[in-house]
């Protein structure tokens, strides 16, 4: 059974961190490319970044740049991301999916699994 387990979020204020953490069981690992959506209240999901842990290339929303990094460990099947700059606007439900492809990008309807979210929320 193909699991994706997120972890990691939390309320924090705003201009501080927080690392989210993505656990995969049930596939290849490393086969598949892995992305982080989030979805706020009343608005459309977004994608956020994506790894392929095939070759380790990785996409970024533009607007994510700089502010996140997205990583994987391929020993411990688990994709991270680092956000940083964190900002109000970042409150969201942050789930991270997979899909079995060479695709590095982040239309949702292309990834086959999906986690149950983990929320974050950036407030002072």
């Known amino acids: 059974e193909v699991q994706l387990v997120e972890s990691g979020g939390g309320l924090v204020q705003p201009g501080g961190s927080l690392r989210l953490s993505c656990a995969a069981s049930?596939?290849?690992?490393?086969?598949?490319?892995v992305g982080w959506f989030r979805q706020a209240p009343g608005k459309e999901r977004e994608g956020v970044s994506c790894i392929s842990n095939t070759d380790g290339s990785t996409y970024y929303e533009e607007s994510m740049k700089g502010r996140f990094t997205i990583s994987s460990d391929n020993a411990k099947n688990t994709v991270y991301l680092q956000m940083n700059s964190l900002k109000p606007e970042d409150t969201a439900v942050y789930y991270c999916a997979a899909t079995y492809s060479d695709y590095v990008g982040l239309l949702g309807f292309l990834y086959e699994y999906w986690g149950q979210g983990t929320q974050v929320t950036v407030s002072s």
């Open positions: 049930g596939f290849t690992f490393d086969r598949y490319t």
